[in-house]
Structures are given as structure tokens and as C-alpha cells.
């Protein structure tokens, strides 16, 4: 159990606040309440928020279930010194202004009668402060100026915390799922998750994944200014190399121990996912904007792309496609959601403001929860075919998702400040 073990003492005022909720109604809007990593935990396992500020997480249970949904909220990569030490001020990068609790009306974490198949789960919320879509292990990362990227660290004090102080050592079955970062992290980290519930609480427990807007990158994409002057030089491998230098952390060992020496290309999930072993439901937009506009920079575009623009956003397409079917092939049980929208992951959730997306006469709620339950839909592409000639042809995206709940806005992530 760790040393979390010696520490329940510690921590029994935070849950006696949280066996609070054992008796309350579920309502429409789900509340979960703030648990910080008490000082000895935030040592032991090094888990903590970029300016070192304890790191913790929001919870709420339900005495009659042995389901849990874990889920890694969003808020982009923190790739340089000066975004990183800008993060230190903000609930990105520190814990000193985290609310006392935090809801969700609409993603995996929300109540039942609000659509979401996974609502009478008991639920955590894991805060997004360390900016390294939790792979980081390093309390004093040299390339950020000596900031915390401990982002797989605070999930390690997760688990063994969860064990110690609630009914988690009775799970018996895992929802494991996270936006834009938080769903890049849940790719990194399913099947070491999945072995350590399995090690330390339930060797029985079932535990599948559903990142939301986190497949970066599909292979072989090129920045727009590049790709519009004629150049057509891919991005996402020289990325990963970077991305690996700036942030090292956990990697899949199953892909490093395969890649050897080119082990860093691990952080592209195209190159990890074959490596995965855990059940996987991705759900994914055909055209991500957050990838589009962000990372590759094409300001030009939109739903209703021209010219060059157009003709990139094609080529993204047919790569991100492309990325999608090969994760099918490469896996067992495994499911792909996406819809041809035009949107990062604000639609890819389980309510949402207006009709959501519907693929195959399916929602990606309906989707989710039958392959969930009864494991239904396995090798399933739930991609959205468009005619001949037409880009982004779903009808409806839907939207009003939290795929980062709690955050601002509750969408897509922030921006990045400027360097």
C-alpha cells in the first residue's frame, strides 16, 4: 500500500469532509470536493504542482459502487521556461488558488440524469498543475528554469491515497479518461495505471481508457506556413524528440524497451499505441482545431477552408484518419469515435448545450457506455464518412462539453502565453 499506509491519520479530517457526500443525492451537477496530498505525501512521492505547491485531487463516492471514473483534466503542454514560469500563477501550475470543489454538468464525472452512463461511479478529478500531460517525474527540471514536472508522480501518490482512505481497495471496475493533455496522459499512462490498480488494490479489477482530443499526433503532419510554401517536411517525430528532451518523465516501457535508442518517439501516440495493452474507446475529431490552429499553425483554417487552407486541411485529414484506422488494426478491443468537426474535444463528451454528434445512429455516450458495459462495438470505427468533395460533413458536432472540467470556460484548453 505504500507509504500513503502511515499517513491515513493524517488525512482523516479530509475524509470525514468527503464521507459527506455518501449522503447526498445525486443532483444534476455533480460536486466533488478538494483532497490535497497531505506534506509527507507531497515528499514521498514527490507529487506536486509545478511551483512545488502540494499537488491533490476532487472526489466524491458512492458506498454502493465499486466503479471509479479517474479523470486527468486539460490545459495544453507547458513547452518553454517562460509559459511554464507564467503557469506558477495561475491553477495550471500551482495549487494555492484551487477551489474547494468543482463540478461537472456534462463529461464522465457528472450524475446520472445527466446522460452520462458512468454517473453512479464514484469519481476523481486529478488537476492539471504540473504541465507536462502527466509523464513528468522531475522536481527541478533544469530546461524550465528548475520548475516541477511531476505530473505521473502525482498519479503514482493517486492511487496508493485513494487505497488508504476510501473503498478504492474493492474496485472492481476503472473508467480512465482525460481531455486534450489529460487525454494525451491517459495514453501514456493506461497500462501502468491499469498493472498498478491491478498490483495493489484488485488483481480482478477491470480498468478501460477514453481519452478525449488526446491522439498527438497523427503521423507524418507539417506546419501550415510550411506546407503552404511548398516545403513538406513532417513535424511529428522532430516534435517528440523535443518534447522528450524538455520534459524526459515516464515512458510506456513496453515502447522504450521496443524503440531502444529511438525510445523518445514513445511520446507520439502514433508511435506508443501499438505497444498498448488496455482496453481502449478513443474519441477523437477528424479535423482537431486545438492540433490545426496550435500546434500547426494555420490561422486560415476554418469550416470553410479555401485555396491552401483547404487543401491542408485535406492532408490533415486523411493522416488523422490514417493514424485512427491504424490503432484499430494494431490493438484488441479498441474503439474509435470521431466525427468530421471541425473542434478540439469541447464536443466530445456526455451532454452536451445542443444535439451531439451521432455516427453510426450512435452517440459517443451511447457508444462509451455499451462498450463499457457489455462490450459492445469492439474494432468498431465510429468515423464519420463524408462525400466525395465535402471536409467537415457531420451535421450536428454538438458542443458545451467540460472536456477539461472545472477549467475555464470548461472547453479547449487556454493559450499558450507568449514566449
Given at each position: ?17 468527503a464521507?459527506?457526500?455518501?449522503v ?12 490535497m496530498f ?9 507529487a506536486m ?5 502540494p ?26 521556461k ?9 491553477v495550471?501550475?500551482?495549487s494555492?488558488q ?10 464522465v ?18 488537476p492539471?498543475?504540473?504541465?507536462d ?14 520548475l516541477?514536472?511531476?505530473?505521473h508522480?502525482v ?19 476503472v ?6 493533455a489529460?487525454?494525451?496522459?491517459v495514453?501514456?499512462n ?14 480482478a479489477?477491470i480498468?478501460k ?6 491522439f ?12 503552404a ?10 516534435a ?8 524526459g ?6 515502447c ?5 535508442p529511438?525510445k523518445?518517439?514513445?511520446?507520439d501516440?502514433d ?9 481502449l ?7 482537431d ?21 483547404r ?15 491504424r ?9 474509435v ?5 471541425f473542434?478540439?474535444c469541447?464536443?466530445?463528451c ?5 444535439s ?8 459517443y ?10 462490450g ?12 466525395p ?11 458545451g462539453c ?6 475555464p470556460g470548461g ?9
Amino acid at each position: 500500500k505504500g507509504v500513503v499506509s502511515l499517513l491515513v491519520s493524517a488525512t482523516m479530517t479530509v475524509m470525514g469532509v468527503a464521507l459527506l457526500l455518501l449522503v447526498i443525492p445525486v443532483s444534476a451537477k455533480e460536486m466533488l470536493l478538494k483532497v490535497m496530498f497531505p506534506p509527507e505525501v507531497t515528499v514521498a512521492y514527490s507529487a506536486m504542482c509545478l511551483d512545488r505547491t502540494p499537488a491533490g485531487y476532487y472526489l466524491s463516492t458512492r458506498p454502493e459502487s465499486t466503479g471509479w471514473v479517474i479523470y486527468l483534466q486539460g490545459g495544453g503542454l507547458c513547452f518553454a521556461k517562460a509559459d511554464c514560469m507564467n503557469r506558477t500563477g495561475t491553477v495550471l501550475g500551482s495549487s494555492t488558488q484551487w477551489p474547494p470543489n468543482m463540478t461537472d454538468s456534462s463529461n464522465v464525472l457528472s450524475a446520472t440524469d445527466d446522460g452520462n452512463p458512468f454517473g453512479s461511479f464514484n469519481k476523481v478529478w486529478v488537476p492539471y498543475g504540473s504541465g507536462d500531460c502527466f509523464t513528468g517525474t522531475s522536481t527541478s527540471n533544469a530546461h524550465l528554469g528548475g520548475l516541477a514536472t511531476t505530473g505521473h508522480n502525482v498519479l503514482n501518490a493517486l492511487i496508493d491515497h485513494l487505497i488508504n482512505t476510501t473503498e478504492f481497495h474493492k474496485v472492481t471496475h476503472v473508467l480512465f479518461s482525460g481531455g486534450s493533455a489529460g487525454g494525451i496522459g491517459v495514453f501514456h499512462n493506461v497500462d501502468w495505471l491499469s498493472d498498478t490498480i491491478k498490483a495493489r488494490a484488485n488483481p480482478a479489477a477491470i480498468v478501460k481508457a477514453s481519452p478525449q482530443g488526446g491522439f498527438f499526433l497523427p503521423r507524418g503532419l507539417m506546419l501550415y506556413p510550411e506546407y503552404a510554401a511548398g516545403i513538406r517536411i513532417p513535424l511529428d517525430i522532430a516534435a517528440t524528440y523535443y518534447i522528450h528532451w524538455l520534459e524526459g518523465g515516464y515512458m510506456n516501457e513496453a515502447c522504450a524497451n521496443a524503440l531502444g535508442p529511438k525510445k523518445a518517439q514513445c511520446w507520439d501516440v502514433d508511435v506508443l499505441q501499438p505497444y498498448l495493452r488496455t482496453s481502449l474507446f478513443v474519441a477523437q475529431n477528424q479535423f482537431d482545431s486545438e492540433q490545426i490552429e496550435g500546434q500547426l499553425e494555420c490561422s486560415l483554417c476554418s469550416y470553410h477552408p479555401n485555396g491552401t487552407a483547404r487543401a491542408f486541411m485535406a492532408d490533415y485529414k486523411s493522416r488523422a484518419v490514417a493514424s485512427l484506422q491504424r490503432f484499430l488494426a494494431d490493438g484488441e478491443d479498441r474503439v474509435v469515435w470521431a466525427p468530421a468537426c471541425f473542434k478540439h474535444c469541447e464536443n466530445l463528451c456526455m451532454a452536451h448545450t445542443e444535439s451531439p454528434a451521432i455516427i453510426g445512429g450512435k452517440s459517443y455516450a451511447a457508444s462509451l457506455g455499451a462498450w463499457f458495459f457489455n462490450g459492445s462495438g469492439a474494432g468498431e470505427a465510429y468515423i464519420q464518412d463524408c462525400p466525395p468533395g465535402d471536409l467537415i460533413c457531420t451535421p450536428v458536432c454538438g458542443s458545451g462539453c467540460e472536456c477539461a472540467p472545472g477549467s475555464p470556460g470548461g472547453t479547449a484548453d487556454p493559450p499558450t502565453p507568449p514566449n
